[in-house]
C-alpha cells in the first residue's frame, strides 16, 4: 500500500462496510443505499445531493430537498451513524447581517465546510441566473448570509477547509443559466470572505470521454501529505442525455491551482438503479466526503439521479494507488502561458 | 373535511383503495398498477395515455395503442371493473359524414366525453401538423368524424361534460409541429360543433418548476359546486429530459377561463419504476378521471412512461383541501387586460 | 396575351410605370423605391409590411410602425396618388365593443380589406403568443375590435374580399411563438366573424427552395375569371439566415382552398440594396396590391428589409401568363386523403 | 410456414431456446439475457454492441468493451457455447500492413464477418471524425489494418459475407460528427479493399415512427434463396430521446442495393430493464447473427442500453413470413430516377 | 432646457457638429462617419469598438484591431482632434507586475478610464472562455497588466472614473462562452484592484424590444448632478440575427446599482450603410464617450457593424430631457427581494 | 523576389489589372467587379460561385446558375477575354455512359479541372443529401456522367490537373446534410476515376479566427516548382453568420496531403459591397484560377454573397512570399499518429 496519510482528525464512528471480494474497483457502493427514501418529508419529495459533517458525537447535514413544487430548497438533518437521518421540517432560516430573515427563491446543491470554527454553506441560488449563495453558522440555530461570492453564472462552490497563505480559497464552476453544456473548474481567494479574486483555472473537461463535456468540485478536498485529494462530478454527453460519474484529483497543497495528479478514470459511474433510475437518470453527484484520519477510510455522500443519497466507501492508500496508476495530469495554466 | 360536493351520478362500481396509512401526499397509487402490460394486443406494443368512462352495467374506453410500426392509433376497450380491459383487434372505424371510412395517420392520446347523449372523441392526429381530431357515436359502433375544430398545431384538446352558456367548450393547448417546448392551456366555444370562437385563456405554465415549461388538460374536467375540477399535466424540462407530473385546479363553473383555484404542488410525479422507465421516461400524463357523486371518490387514468395505463385515488374533498392549502391562483387575462 | 379579367373595379389612379424595356420578368419595381424613408414620424423609426386601399378619391392604408423602444404598432396613413404619404402620428385608437379603448402590446403586418361596406384590419397581435388580432372599421375614425379568430400561435392572417357561399373566407398561417422554422397556409371560414370553422389546407411550402421553408398569405387575394390571383412570400433559410421573396397562385373561386396554378418560379425577390440590407437583410413581404380592372394593371406593396415600403408592378394578363408557363400545382388535401 | 432456406452452413450448437407459448411475435428474447454482466474485466465497464462468429468447434467475437475512462475499445472473446464468454484482458493488438502496432484513439460497435478464408474486423474510429476503421485477420492473433475504406463521417459499416460480381460489398451509414440526427444505409463495392465505388443507396428511414430518424445496418447479411436477410437498426426520436429498434429486410442476392421486403413492423423494440436502462437507455442495437442453415434457427445478438449483450432468437421462416406480412417495400433509386 | 449639469473638466476641442435642422432625434451622426476606413494598419483589416480619452493637448485611444488571421488585439492611438487617428503599428505590449511580456491569445472591445492619475483599460480575452483582462498605465508607454477582477465568463467590464465609497466600481456583463443570447448588467466593488465583491445587479433586458435579448455596459459613465449618465448597447435577436442599439440610462451617484431613470427608446440604431453592412451587419456598440462640462457637449465613440468607427452627437440636457420623457425605470434588486 | 515557377502553360491573355499603389495586401480586386451582373438569363438570378479555363483562343466554364425557382443548377459560358461572358440558355445536357439524359434535381459550385485530354466537372448534388457529382468531356458538347466518387455527404470536390503516383487525386470536404458547421479536408486517390481510396487528411480549421469553423477546397490546385498551390475557403461564425473568405496554402508536390506551408491570414475577405450584401452576405469563395506561368500573373474567380462573380489578382512570387512570411504548417496526420 502507498504511503499516504491524511490530515485531520480521526472519525471511528465514520459509516463503513469492507470492500467486498469481487470488486476490482477502488470505490464500492454501501449494500443499503440508498439511505434516503422519496418523499421522506409531507412537502419534500426527493433529497439527494446533499452534505454532512461530524457534528458533537453524532453528524450533521444540509440536504437538498426537492419540494411537491419543484423548487428546491436546503434543509438541516440530524444522524447518529450517518446512515440514518431525521430531517427538521422547515427550511433552513437564513438571515442577513441585521438579522432580518433571508429565503432565496431556490437553493441547491449544498456544500458543508469547517474553516477555523465556522462552519460555511455554500450553494447554488438564483441571482438574475444560477449564481453562489453562502452562509455560516457556529450553532446550527443561526445561519448568516454572507455577501454571494462571485457574479453570476456560477454553480458547484466548494471551500476547502483551511485558509492557504492566509486567504480563504474557494472552487467554483462558472457556466450560464440554462443546463451549462462546458464547464472548468476554477479557484479563487478571500482575505475576508466578501472580496475575492486572484481567480485561477484548476481543471478542464479532459479527452477521456466520461468527464469530457463538464466538470465541477463535489466534495470539500481532504488534506492529505501528498496533496488534496479532490472528488469532483464530470459529465459526459451522450445520444440520449447527460451521465454524471465521479472523478479524483489531487491538488498541490499549497498551491492547489496546480493539479498534480488526476485520475484518467472515474471512480463511480452510475451502474445501480437508483443511479440509473429517476428524476434525472444516471447520476452520481458527490457533495460531501467524509475520512477517518486514523484508519484512512472515506465514505463519499453522493446524490443519485436527483432522487436519492447514496454512500461509497474507500480508503485512502487504495484510492492514492488508483490514482497513479491512472495519472493524466491536466496541462496547468502555466504551462501555456495563462498567468 | 371540507364541505365540496361533485356534480353528477354516483358510480358505486368505481374501481378504489383506501390510502395507504403511511401517505401524506391526496392522492395514491392503485398497489396493482400497470393495469396493463405491454404488448397487449398481437399488433399493438404499449397502452397508455387513454380515456375510460362507466357504460351500461361497466365501462367503455378509448385507448392509445402504438403500433408494432410505432403509429399510434385508438382501440376501444371494455371492462366490467375498469381494471381488466379487454381490446377490439382492430382500430376504431371512423368514418365521415356520408359513411365513408375515414382513417388517420397516425391519432394519439384520445379523450371521451359525454355530452348530453353523445359520446365525443377528441384526438392528435396530423393535419399538416399536429392537430385536434374529433368523432362522436352514440353506441359505440358507428364512430362519425367531426370538423377538426382548429388550425393546427394543437394538442390535449378535451371537451367539457356540458354545455356552458349554451355553447359547446373546449380546453385545448396550442403548440407547433415537433416535441413542442412551450404551451399554456387555452379554451374556445362553439355553438354547432363545427365553427370555434370567444378563444380564451384559462393557464400558462407556472413559475414553480415541476410545471414550468407547459401544460396541457388531462381529463374531462369534474363538476362541483366548487367550481370544475381540472387535472393537467405540467412539465419540467431536466438536463436529461422532459418529466410530466398532474397538477390540479379549479375554474369558474358559468366562466370556466377563469382559475379559481389552482395547486402550487403537483399531486403526482413519476417515482415508481413503471413511471420512470419505459418508451417516454419520467411520464404521468393524465386522460380521464372516474368519479362517484355519490363518495367523491376519484379514479384518475394516466399514461406512464409512454407504456403502461395506471390508476391513482383521492377523494375530492381531500384534494380540494390540499388545492386550497397550496392555491397560487394564476393571473387572469381580464388582470393583464387582455380583454 | 392571355386572356384574363380582374373583377372588380377600376382605379384609374393606380400608381404606375412601365416596364423596363430590358426587363425579361413579369414583375418590375418602382424607380423611385423606397416610398417611405426612415423615421417618417418623432418615434417611428421604419415603416413596412404595410397595406393600402383606394379610399375616397385616394387612398387610405395601414402601415407597421416600428417605433424607437423597438415595438411596432398600426398607423394609420393617407396619400392622394398612393406614393407619397402622411400619416396620423398616434397609434391607430382601437376600441372594444363597449367603446372602451384597445390597444395590443404590439400589432404588425397589418393586412386591410374591405368586404361589403365594412373595412377589415387583421394583424399579429401577442395573445400569450403570436396570435391574429381583428378589427372593422367604416370610417376610419372608429376602430371595433373583433374576436381574435384563432387560436395561437398564428401569423399572416389575410381575409377574401367577398364572402364565399355566404360565409367570410380567411387565410392564415399556424405557427410558433419564435421565429417560426416550417408554415403552411390554411383556409377557414365563418358566418358571423366570431366562430370560425371548416379549416382546410390550401398550400405547403414546395421542393423549389426559394419557398421551401414556410409560406405565408401576403395581398388579399384578387378577383378574376380565372380564379383568385393570391400574392404570397416564400422563405428559404440560407446559411446566413431568412430570405423572404414573393410569390403567385391561382385558388379556385368557388372553393379557394384548392390551388388551380401555382408558380413554381419567385416574381420577385430581394435584388436591390433596401431589400437586401436593412434591420432584417433580403426581405421582400407583399402586404397588399391595388388592381385597376379596367387595364389589368397591378402595384404590388411589400415591405422591404423591415425597414422600407416599395412598390412593383405587374399586369393581371403578363402576370397569369407566366404563372401557367412555371405552373406547379400542388398536391392537393383531396388526392392524399385528408379530407 | 413458408419455403425459405438459409444458404450456409449447419450450425447444431447455435444457441437457443423455443418461443414461449403466449409470445405473437417473431422474435423472443433468451430468458438469460444479459448474457454479460457489468464490469466484466477490471478496466472494462460494460460491454455491448458486439460481434459473434463460430470458430473451431466453438466461438469467437469482438466486442466493444466500454473502459474506466469512458473511451471504447474493441476487445476478443471466446465461449464454447455462444453465451458464456472470456475475454482478453487487452485491446485487440492492431498492426499495420508493416506490422507497427496501430491503436485508434478509440474503436466501437464492431462487426466481424468472413470472406473466402480472412475474417474482417469492421468498427468506428476517429478520423478527425467518426470513420470506419477495418482489419483482417486469418488466427485472431495477427489483426492487420486496411485502409480505411470511405471518407469521413461514418458509422455502422457492415461487410457481406462474399463476394458478388466479382466484388466486396459492404453497407455503410454516412453520418456527422456528432449524435447524428439523420442517416440512410449505402452500399459500396470494391476490387481490391483499398478503392470503393459504385455507391448507391439502399434504404432511407421510413414513415413509420421506429425507425423514422435514422437506420444503420446491423448483422452482416445472411444468404437465403429468397434473397439477403439484413437486420438493421431504426431510431424514433421521442420527447425524451432516442429510442433505438431491430427491423429485418430482404436485399435482392444479385442485386443487393435493391430492398426485395421491408417489414414495416420492428421485430424487437426496448422492453426489458436491460434494454431501457442503462448507460444510454432505450437501445436494443444488433451487430451479429448466428444461423443454422439446417434447422433455420438464428440467434440474433444485440447490445442493451449501451450496457449489456442480449440474444433473441428467431426462425428463418417465421421471420420472412412475418416480413412478407408486413412488407412496405422502400421506393428505390431506380425509381425516383437517381441512377 | 433642463437643468443637467456634467461634473468634470471643460474639453473645449471635442470633436462637434450641430445638429441638423430635420432631426427629431436626440442624438444624430457625425457627418464624415466612418472616421476609420479599411485595413488601416498592413496587419489589421478593420478598426472598431475602441475607446478614446482626452491626453494631453490631443487625444489617445485604446483601439480593437482586428488582424487578417482574424484575431483580435488592442493598438494604441493618437490624435490631434479625436477625428483622425494614427495608430501605433504594433499591438499594445502589455507586461505583467514582474515586466515580463504579456500577450493574451486575443483582446477586444477594450474601455479606457482615468481614476486618479491612472489610466485603466478593460478588455475581453480567453481565460478558458471569455474573461475580463486589465492593465493600468500611467504614460502609454508602460502597460501592467492587473488580476483578472472576475470569474470567467465576462465581458463589457466597465470602470467608473472615481471610486465610490472609497471602493474602485465596475461594470460587467457575465455571459457563456459562445454568442451568449442573454446578459444582464451587474456592478461590483474592490478597494484594490485585486480582490472584488459585493456584486449587485443594475439592469436586465426589458421588455422593449430594441433591448429585449441582451444588454452591455458601454462607455465610462458620465458623472452629472442628477446621477451617472451611462451609455449601453442593447440587443434584439431578429430572424436574421442580432441587432445592437445604443441605449441610455441614469444610476444614483452614490449607489450606483440603482437605476434611476432608463431611457425606454434607443438613442441611436442602425440605420446608415456603415452600420447595417460590414463583418457583423446591424452594429451600433458605443465604449467611450468625451464630453465638454462647460457646454455640455457629448461625443460617442462607438462600433458599426464590426468594420467602422463613427461618432454621434448629444448635448446632455437634451438627452436628459429625453430619459425622462420616455423613463422607465427598471424594477430594482431591493424591491423583488433580492437584496 | 522569391523564386517560385508556375509549371504549365503561358497564357498571355489571362484578365490583368496591376496593384494599386495603396494596396498593402498580397491580392487585390479587379476594378470592374462584379463582372456578371443579376439576372443574366430568363431564368437565371445570380451566377456565382463558377470556374473558368482556357480554352482554344479564348475561355470556356461551367457557372453556378440560380434558378428563379431557387434552384442552382450548372450552364455553361464563353469568353475573348475571360471578363465578358455568354451564356448557353440551357442547362448542360449530362448524359450517363450509355448517353441517357442525367439531370441531378440540383447542382451546385462546379469545379473544372483538365487532366490529360480531357474536361472533368465537379459539383454538389442531391444523393440522399449533398453530395459529389461527376462528369467529363471532350468537347463541351457531350458531358459524360461518371460514378459519383464518395459516399454523401461530400461537398467542395477539387480534383488535382494531373494525375499523382499514376492515380487520379481529387480533394473534397466531407459534410453533414445541412448548413454544416465544421469541416475539414480530404484527399483521395483513384486508378480509374471508379473506385476511390487511400483517404488521407490534409487540414483541419485553425486557430486562427477567420478559418476556425470549417474550410473546403476552392480552386484546382497549382502546380509550381515549390508544391502545389491551394486556394481554398475558411469560415469563421460570427453572431450574425458565416462569414468566407478566401486563404492559401502550399502542398507537397508528390504526397499532397501534406500541407508544406498555410498562409495564418486569409488573403481576401469580404469588404466590398458586392461581397457583403446579397443573397448570402459576407461570402468571397473561390472555385478557380487562372494562370500565366510566365508571368506569374493568377486571376482568381471567386463568388461573391451567392450573388455575383469577382475577379482578384496576384503574382505567385509575391503571394508566395506573403504565405512564407505568415507560415502556420498544420499538424499533420503523420505526426499525431493517425497513420
Not at 288 to 301: F, N, P, V
Request: hydrophobic share 35%; aromatic share 14%.
Amino acid at each position: 500500500m502507498t504511503d499516504i496519510r491524511i490530515i485531520g482528525s480521526p472519525l471511528p464512528n465514520i459509516p463503513w462496510q469492507d470492500k467486498p471480494s469481487d470488486c476490482t474497483a477502488p470505490v464500492w457502493r454501501f449494500s443499503c443505499n440508498p439511505i434516503i427514501n422519496r418523499n421522506p418529508l409531507p412537502n419534500v419529495a426527493r433529497i439527494f445531493n446533499s452534505a454532512v459533517m461530524p457534528y458533537n458525537d453524532g453528524f450533521i447535514g444540509v440536504f437538498r430537498g426537492e419540494q411537491r413544487d419543484g423548487m428546491p430548497h436546503i434543509y438541516l438533518g440530524h444522524s447518529k451513524n450517518a446512515i440514518d437521518w431525521t430531517f427538521e421540517p422547515e427550511k433552513i432560516p437564513f438571515t442577513n447581517a441585521e438579522g432580518k430573515p433571508f429565503m432565496p427563491i431556490y437553493a441547491y446543491d449544498p456544500r458543508l465546510v469547517k474553516v477555523d470554527d465556522t462552519y460555511y454553506i455554500m450553494w447554488c441560488q438564483d441571482e438574475y441566473g444560477a449564481s453562489i449563495g453562502m452562509a455560516k453558522t457556529t450553532d446550527f440555530r443561526t445561519f448568516t448570509r454572507l455577501e454571494n461570492p462571485f457574479l453570476p453564472y456560477n454553480r458547484n462552490a466548494v471551500l476547502f477547509p483551511r485558509k492557504i497563505g492566509g486567504n480563504f480559497i474557494m472552487l467554483s464552476r462558472p457556466c450560464d443559466n440554462a443546463h451549462t453544456a462546458f464547464g472548468d473548474i476554477f479557484i479563487s481567494e478571500s482575505k475576508d470572505m466578501e472580496f475575492w479574486g486572484r481567480h485561477r483555472h484548476v481543471m478542464s473537461p479532459s479527452k477521456n470521454w466520461w468527464d469530457s463535456l463538464k466538470i465541477g468540485a463535489g466534495a470539500a478536498p481532504i488534506e492529505t501529505d501528498k496533496g488534496w485529494l479532490l472528488f469532483y462530478h464530470g459529465v459526459v454527453n451522450t445520444c440520449n442525455g447527460y451521465v454524471y460519474s465521479i472523478g479524483a484529483a489531487i491538488l498541490d497543497i499549497d498551491q492547489p491551482s496546480r493539479v498534480i495528479h488526476r485520475c484518467s478514470n472515474y471512480i463511480l459511474a452510475p451502474e445501480e438503479w437508483y443511479e440509473e433510475r429517476g428524476f434525472v437518470p444516471n447520476v452520481c453527484f458527490p457533495c460531501a466526503a467524509l475520512c477517518d484520519a486514523e484508519s484512512g477510510r472515506i465514505a463519499i455522500y453522493y446524490g443519485c439521479a436527483d432522487s436519492y443519497v447514496g454512500i461509497a466507501f474507500a480508503t485512502v492508500s487504495e484510492l492514492y494507488e488508483y490514482i497513479l496508476a491512472h495519472d493524466e495530469v491536466s496541462v496547468t495554466d502555466e504551462e501555456i502561458g495563462l498567468r
